[in-house]
């Protein structure tokens, strides 16, 4: 007989299922808003219960397993229809890479981001949130769930909204057309929300030949591994772990790197800071050539 699945892949094909209901979660409660105002109260109330349902829905399966969400949230009585008991039957047939098949629940951190980019959200531009759903062990991103629930939006009335990203290192990432930036072409994406001068000068001494200006963490590594842009770069404190480990994951998965502005790694143990003070840099390829530009003046104002 097959022996059963690596406890990773069980994790990873649950949390498939677990951020594909958080996304019917998040259309059914802002489609009870007038069209054409976000009320903050509807995003709020989204990012409450899709953050109970992930942490639910992986607790009741993996209960030894540490989850980390943005949300302070009791843990008690969420109720049975916010629950996800199913996986990806996709996933559980990829084999487990080696250095990961004898990892025990208790090993795991995972770092959930019920809704990122919805400030933008709140702009209209729908594709800009995202599910983040990363999976830790040994303190680093090894497997990530990204959930676009209004992938799609702008194809009109009858197209099939939303899709979902996965990946694990050793393995490769899905869901996506992998794509590089045209090549030669220094397209930087960065904060639409958060400038700064240190933003911009950071961005100015890359000397891009243009910059995009997205929402969300998750969004900005989509703009990297479908050749949209060619460098994510954020000179700034506001990033958090849960923002940056699930996208990690994927862009690691795919040959890509991300770090601080320092070129440090970043830890996902679950004793590290919440806060990734001393910003994000990243490329799906060249990461070199735009580490070796970052100025000085903004590696001295950015302690990690």
């Known amino acids: 007989s097959m022996a059963s699945p690596a406890l ?164 490769g990432a899905f869901g996506f057309q992998l794509t590089e930036a045209p090549a030669g072409k220094h397209i930087v994406v960065t904060t639409r929300s958060h400038s700064s001068t240190l933003v911009n000068d950071c961005i100015s001494a890359l000397n891009p030949d243009s910059v995009i200006r997205v929402g969300g963490a998750g969004n900005k590594i989509i703009q990297l591994i479908e050749g949209k842009a060619s460098a994510y770069v954020f000179a700034s404190p506001g990033c958090k772990k849960w923002d940056t480990c699930a996208p990690e994951a994927i862009l690691h998965a795919v040959g890509g790197k991300i770090t601080d502005i320092h070129g440090n790694s970043f830890q996902y143990n679950k004793e590290v800071k919440h806060m990734n003070s001393a910003g994000v840099l990243a490329a799906l390829r060249n990461y070199d050539y735009y580490a070796s530009r970052i100025p000085s003046t903004v590696k001295q104002s950015l302690v990690p």
């Not at 990012?47 to 302070?72: H, N």
């Not at 008991?85 to 080696?98: F, Q, R």
């Open 8 to 171: 990773l892949m069980r994790v990873v094909a649950s949390a498939y299922s677990v951020a594909e209901k958080a996304a019917t979660i998040v259309r059914s409660v802002m489609a009870a808003g007038d069209l054409g105002i976000v009320e903050k109260v509807l995003l709020t109330k989204a990012d409450r219960l899709v953050q109970m349902s992930i942490c639910a829905s992986l607790a009741r399966k993996f209960p030894k397993v540490t989850i980390i969400g943005e949300e302070e949230l009791p843990t008690d009585e969420v109720t049975e229809e916010l629950i996800e008991d199913g996986h990806c039957e996709e996933i559980l047939k990829k084999t487990c890479p080696a250095q990961y098949t004898g990892i025990k629940e208790e090993e795991l951190v995972i770092w959930v981001d019920p809704l990122d980019g919805t400030k933008e959200y709140t702009e209209g531009l729908l594709d800009h949130v995202t599910v983040l759903i990363g999976i830790a062990y040994g303190g680093k991103a090894i497997a990530g769930v990204i959930n676009q629930p209004y992938y799609n939006y702008e194809a009109g009335p009858g197209a099939v909204l939303g899709r979902t990203i996965w990946g694990v290192l050793g393995i």
